[in-house]
């Protein structure tokens, strides 16, 4: 499995400068939408495309990677048909049925679920008004306290509790646990960026209103009015559910008071995006039907490494798949329906010479929410307390020292991305398997240190990415195989009683 949740590495955080270059070119009141805080250097949302949306280019009129695409969907479309008349001529049937089953039984439940989880996030609107807008709250409620934090904090477990104890519920196959699994972290992301950016907006409107009733403040009150204030809306104005509701369909895990957008949608681009969706998807479910899942159920018998083995080709193949669908289908056509001009979704990943950068650059939305809500506070933290080394002894200057602050926000992000994939998965499989993606990805530290502290490999540029690819084409398979095993094992015995019996 591909990893979602990624980590931001020192040097994030930066100015990111605009390129031009989409079809629907943005609005001049909207072009600054989403400007960074300068004291913590968060990332800018600007209007660009994706740098691998075909369709993007052919908009623009550059017809240079039209063959190649149809080149491409050409040989993907032939060997479809020879995997499917080989299956044809080995059981009688054209397409294997099993799978299909497992995704769409039970499907409108999965569905009115899955409505109803993205709909429960919209009680963080009230939550922000009733909580922190306004001057009735007790101090104890004042958002810049620490009790804010764990009012906060408490809404949110809340809120994950009862939906992954939802699913436990439900009856799903493992197809439909790890879709809504999947989808309630996202969804969990949404919710907190939206409390936690508006919780620090309330705090920074309850210091204006404090600096109103103070002589010779005028400066800081102007500077409080600019951070409340974007192109078009004003906090707490923008409190709104159509805000939270657009903010909800926009695919992007950062709130802010507005974005970059489009001057209209066009929905020939729109539908092209729709059927690469549903194209992409075919060819997911053979792949998996047809090459994955009858190896993983020779698994008891062949073992763990020749399954691994068998199965590299057909994963990087279903993980390339993935990314396509959700970064190049989903997310721009989300975009194109909301209009949100900043397309940057992913970087040139393929390029990366190792984890860290490869976390960088394969899911930036993920990256963004990681770099502002958990890299960028922590080291900002860690960095206070080194300013507070002087009374806390000498024990802890060695500590800062030798620990410096990127280094800490780093290994604290890590930490957190690695929790909530092993969370994820295990809500998923309704298994715990003694923390192996953890581990896996806690490795990662050490990794990143050994490259950084190797000159002779550290410029080794095109052995690192070789490095690099071949971990991820063994790895994964690998993972996937011990995650599934115990449970094509019971299928396996219990086939086996079946039979006896």
């Given at each position: 499995?591909p990893?979602?949740?990624?980590?931001?590495?020192p040097?994030?955080?930066?100015?990111l400068?605009?390129r031009?270059?989409?079809?629907?070119r943005?609005?001049?009141?909207?072009?600054?939408?989403?400007?960074?805080?300068?004291h913590t250097?968060?990332?800018?949302?600007?209007?660009?495309a994706?740098?691998?949306?075909?369709?993007?280019?052919?908009?623009q009129?550059?017809d240079?990677i039209?063959?190649l695409v149809?080149?491409f969907?050409?040989?993907?479309?032939?060997?479809?048909?020879?995997?499917?008349?080989?299956?044809y001529?080995?059981?009688?049937?054209?397409?294997?049925?099993?799978?299909?089953?497992?995704?769409f039984s039970?499907?409108?439940?999965?569905?009115?679920?899955?409505?109803?989880l993205?709909?429960?996030?919209?009680?963080?609107?009230?939550?922000?008004?009733?909580?922190?807008?306004g001057?009735?709250?007790?101090?104890?409620?004042?958002?810049?306290r620490?009790?804010?934090?764990?009012?906060?904090?408490?809404?949110?477990?809340?809120w994950?509790a009862?939906?992954?104890?939802?699913q436990?519920?439900?009856?799903?196959?493992?197809?439909?646990r790890?879709f809504?699994?999947?989808?309630?972290?996202?969804?969990?992301?949404?919710?907190h960026s939206?409390?936690?950016?508006?919780?620090r907006?309330?705090?920074?409107?309850?210091a204006?209103?404090e600096?109103a009733?103070?002589p010779?403040?005028?400066?800081?009150i102007?500077?409080?009015?600019?951070?409340?204030?974007?192109?078009?809306v004003?906090?707490p104005a923008s409190?709104?559910?159509?805000?939270?509701?657009?903010y909800?369909?926009?695919?992007?895990?950062?709130?802010?008071?507005e974005?970059?957008r489009?001057s209209?949608?066009?929905?020939?681009?729109?539908?092209?995006?729709?059927?690469?969706t549903?194209g992409?998807?075919?060819?997911?479910?053979?792949?998996?039907?047809?090459?994955?899942i009858?190896r993983?159920?020779?698994?008891?018998?062949?073992?763990?490494?020749?399954?691994a083995?068998?199965?590299?080709?057909?994963?990087a193949?279903?993980?390339?798949?993935?990314?396509?669908?959700?970064f190049?289908?989903?997310a721009?056509?989300?975009?194109?329906?909301?209009?949100?001009?900043?397309?940057r979704?992913?970087?040139?990943w393929w390029?990366?010479?190792?984890?860290d950068e490869?976390?960088?650059?394969?899911n930036?939305?993920?990256?963004?929410?990681?770099?502002?809500?958990?890299?960028?506070?922590v080291?900002?933290?860690?960095r206070?307390?080194?300013?507070?080394t002087?009374?806390?002894?000498?024990?802890?200057?060695?500590?800062?020292?030798a620990?410096?602050?990127?280094?800490v926000?780093?290994?604290?992000?890590?930490?957190?991305?690695?929790?909530?994939?092993?969370?994820t998965?295990?809500?998923?499989?309704?298994?715990?398997n003694h923390?192996?993606?953890?581990?896996?990805?806690m490795?990662q530290i050490?990794?990143?240190?050994?490259?950084d502290?190797?000159?002779?490999?550290?410029?080794?540029?095109?052995?690192?990415?070789?490095?690099?690819?071949l971990?991820?084409?063994?790895?994964?398979p690998?993972?996937l195989?011990?995650?599934t095993?115990n449970a094509?094992?019971?299928?396996a015995?219990?086939?086996?009683a079946?039979?006896a019996?």
């Open positions: 499995m990893a979602q949740l990624l980590v931001p590495t040097g994030d955080g930066q100015r400068r605009s031009r270059g989409d079809g629907a943005p609005s001049d009141d909207t072009q600054r939408a989403g400007r960074p805080d300068k250097e968060e990332p800018l949302f600007e209007a660009r994706s740098i691998l949306d075909y369709t993007q280019l052919m908009y009129g550059s240079r039209r063959g149809t080149c969907w050409a040989v993907v479309g032939a060997y479809l048909v020879s995997l499917l008349v080989s299956h001529e080995r059981s009688g049937e054209i397409l294997a049925r099993e799978l299909a089953g497992q995704i039970r499907g409108r439940d999965l569905i009115l679920s899955d409505l109803a993205v709909a429960s996030t919209a009680f963080a609107v009230p939550l922000v008004r009733v909580l922190w807008i001057g009735w709250q007790p101090r104890a409620l004042d958002p810049r620490g009790a804010a934090v764990a009012v906060q904090a408490a809404a949110e477990l809340g994950l009862f939906w992954y104890g939802w436990g519920t439900r009856g799903w196959a493992w197809s439909q790890c809504f699994a999947l989808h309630t972290a996202v969804n969990w992301m949404k919710l939206y409390l936690c950016n508006n919780r907006l309330a705090g920074r409107l309850r204006r209103e600096l009733r103070q010779g403040a005028a400066d800081q102007r500077a409080l009015d600019a951070a409340l204030r974007g192109p078009t004003r906090f409190q709104t559910l159509a805000n939270y509701a657009l909800q369909l926009s695919p992007t895990l950062v709130y802010e008071l974005y970059p489009t209209h949608i066009r929905w020939g681009y729109v539908a092209e995006k729709m059927a690469g549903a992409i998807f075919c060819v997911f479910y053979v792949v998996v039907a047809h090459l994955m009858p993983l159920e020779q698994m008891p018998e062949a073992g763990v490494v020749r399954t083995v068998h199965l590299m080709g057909p994963m193949t279903c993980w390339l798949l993935f990314f396509f669908i959700t190049d289908s989903i721009n056509g989300f975009a194109e329906l909301t209009m949100f001009a900043d397309r979704f992913y970087d040139d390029n990366a010479r190792g984890l490869f976390s960088r650059k394969w930036r939305p993920v990256h963004m929410f990681l770099s502002r809500h958990v890299y960028v506070p080291r900002e933290s860690w206070a307390y080194g300013a507070a002087p009374a806390l002894g000498g024990r802890f200057r060695r500590l800062l020292k620990a410096p602050a990127s280094v926000a780093m290994a604290a992000t890590f930490f957190f991305s690695s929790v909530l994939h092993e969370l998965l295990v809500v998923a499989c309704r298994r715990w923390g192996v993606f953890f581990f896996s990805q490795l050490p990794m990143i240190v050994f490259v502290r190797v000159p002779w490999f550290r410029d080794q540029h095109a052995l690192r990415n070789w490095s690099f690819w971990a991820m084409v063994t790895y994964q690998l993972l195989c011990l995650y095993y094509f094992a019971q299928r015995q219990a086939a086996a079946m039979a019996g």
